[in-house]
């Protein structure tokens, strides 16, 4: 079955790579046409000539392409999937350091935050874009797998403000399973069932089960204490799991700058990271990861590119899209956890905020079911969220000022550190540092 699949940004060269592995580790696709868009061409190039290495090595009759122009690029596509970065590391650079002058002190900034408010402003309006173009140039009804941050406001505004058929994905999911499975001892994910919903990023696990029996939260909360590795590393989770009884799908570094509680003081965020790596906590880790990778990545293009090997299906990794699109093409049903309008599965948050919620797809699609309410504690940081996803999407289409410095004020770390005048005065430095990607923000203040 010869499908065309679509993607957008790209010139990442191990997400790329990756997905297009995975989906050649399924027999019905591999004979599938990959069309790679971005607007660097020298990535562009140097991923391409990777992808077909090991298709040539694994001898498929899959087909890589590459265009720059994006309707070309989507002419034709069955699928199409978002993993673009808007502004690149410069505009990242000051969705951290800014704020940091303020005594915001990130360690991702992809999500919600300063930065993560910063960068729906950038995204949300190309995101758009895309969409539009998806539905005028791919074939009627072709599905967007969305993978690109702030993955719940991208996604949303999509929803909101366009015709495209859109769902969201994120491994966060998948990698606190591993982590579950992990401190229980268990031989493979697959001994351990769960259950988790709430919203991307701030994802809770709402049902653990271990060889057919409930694992309650004092049992994984001992388990997960007992464990060296998982001790030193997650403080801020285990911290939230012994006070909420629900463990958090996010890393360390990530669900620490979500929440009021553990980044607002210099002299006690150290109690709360592990510097050993970047995910952990450390401030602007993940920018400094990304400059790192940037540095080496003509040398890891050229390694990669000497140890190509042919395709392994053993190798398939957990990421969302092949296995969607294989139960989409072949039938055979997939559960996973997706990025969608709440529109009730999750009672207790707003209809239409788009929430992560386990479902099944099959031929029909995705389709999810309707869950019990979210646990008060875990509603109340879900929606608190949600909120500054709601103004912060708002401000990105209609390029208002006010909203947006009203995005920033009401968002949980900003607030627990900045007076409102400080608020106004980081929202007016970002604005002028970023002015270039946020043209709907031309209008002087």
Not at 41 to 55: N, Y
Not at 73 to 91: K, P, S
Request: aromatic share 6%; hydrophobic share 40%; glycine share 8%.
């Amino acid at each position: 079955m010869a499908i065309s699949v679509t993607f957008i940004g790209a010139g990442s060269l191990g997400f790329t790579r990756r997905l297009i592995r995975d989906m050649l580790c399924v027999s019905e696709l591999a004979d599938s046409r990959f069309v790679l868009h971005d607007i660097d061409p020298e990535a562009l190039d140097r991923v391409s000539q990777l992808c077909r290495r090991e298709i040539e090595l694994s001898d498929l009759p899959a087909t890589i392409e590459t265009e720059l122009d994006r309707p070309t690029a989507l002419e034709g596509a069955d699928y199409v999937i978002n993993c673009a970065r808007i502004g690149g590391l410069e505009a990242f650079a000051s969705d951290i350091e800014i704020p940091l002058r303020y005594g915001v002190d990130q360690c991702v900034g992809d999500t919600i935050c300063a930065g993560g408010i910063m960068y729906g402003q950038r995204s949300i309006p190309k995101m758009l874009e895309f969409c539009h173009d998806v539905v005028a140039c791919a074939k009627p009804g072709a599905l967007l797998l969305n993978y690109a941050n702030p993955m719940a406001m991208n996604t949303w505004a999509a929803l909101d403000y366009s015709d495209a058929d859109v769902v969201g994905l994120c491994h966060g999911v998948q990698g606190g399973h591993r982590l579950i499975a992990q401190a229980l001892g268990a031989e493979s994910v697959s001994e351990v069932e769960i259950v988790a919903a709430g919203i991307n990023h701030q994802t809770w696990y709402l049902s653990i089960v271990h060889r057919g029996r409930e694992v309650e939260a004092d049992e994984l909360l001992a388990a997960m204490r007992a464990d060296p590795e998982i001790s030193r590393r997650e403080p801020v989770r285990l911290d939230v799991l012994g006070r909420f009884g629900y463990f958090s799908t996010e890393s360390n570094g990530h669900l620490s700058e979500y929440l009021p509680w553990y980044r607002k003081r210099g002299a006690e965020i150290e109690g709360w990271i592990d510097r050993e790596r970047w995910i952990d906590g450390r401030t602007g880790g993940y920018l400094e990861y990304c400059r790192e990778r940037n540095r080496t990545f003509a040398a890891d293009y050229e390694r990669q590119l000497a140890a190509a090997s042919p395709i392994e299906e053993s190798e398939r990794s957990d990421e969302h899209g092949s296995h969607i699109i294989e139960a989409i093409e072949t039938g055979r049903p997939y559960r996973g956890h997706f990025n969608v309008r709440n529109d009730g599965a999750i009672p207790n948050l707003p209809p239409d905020c788009v929430v992560e919620v386990p479902g099944y797809v099959d031929r029909h699609g995705i389709n999810v079911g309707q869950l019990n309410d979210l646990p008060l504690a875990c509603a109340a940081t879900c929606q608190a969220s949600i909120d500054v996803q709601r103004m912060a999407k708002e401000a990105a289409v209609s390029g208002d000022r006010e909203l947006l410095r009203l995005a920033m004020l009401h968002d949980p770390l900003v607030g627990a550190v900045c007076s409102p005048g400080e608020v106004w005065s980081m929202t007016e430095e970002l604005l002028a540092a970023q002015a270039r990607w946020l043209p709907q923000y031309e209008s002087p203040a």
